[in-house]
């Protein structure tokens, strides 16, 4: 009853309904045929939304998750703050990183990692894989 009321079905019916009254079957299937018309427009505007908006988000999050849950000691990281770093070690859900040419030890969350670096880079005289 309410989703009918929402969507304005109920009115269509009524509308229609009236106009049946008269005896002009044209009304009446120009009624069904707007309520038919609006029906699909919404069903479109939901499947856009959906295959535009929710899908490649939740793709996003899912490999977000997996790199997160594949990280391990070695690894060349980048945070959300634009540090990098190479993992000391990791435990629950936060990461000791050693930074900078002295390997200073810095403590980060789990989730604050953007990305795995995936080629060498050279650092001051040490070379990292």
């Excluded at 069903?43 to 790199?67: C, H, N, S, T, W």
């Amino acid at each position: 009853m309410f989703f009918d009321k929402l969507f304005g079905i109920a009115s269509a019916f009524a509308e229609s309904g009236t106009t049946a009254g008269t005896g002009d079957p044209s009304a009446q299937a120009m009624g069904v045929g707007s309520l038919v018309t609006t029906l699909l427009m919404m069903v479109g505007m939901v499947a856009i939304f959906y295959f535009m908006l929710i899908r490649p988000q939740r793709k996003k999050d899912k490999q977000v998750k997996e790199m997160l849950a594949a990280l391990k000691p070695g690894d060349r990281i980048t945070t959300i703050g634009g540090i990098y770093g190479t993992i000391k070690a990791i435990k629950d859900d936060t990461i000791t990183l050693y930074v900078g040419s002295d390997r200073m030890e810095m403590v980060v969350a789990r989730w604050a990692i953007r990305g795995v670096e995936d080629v060498s880079i050279k650092n001051d005289g040490e070379e990292l894989t």
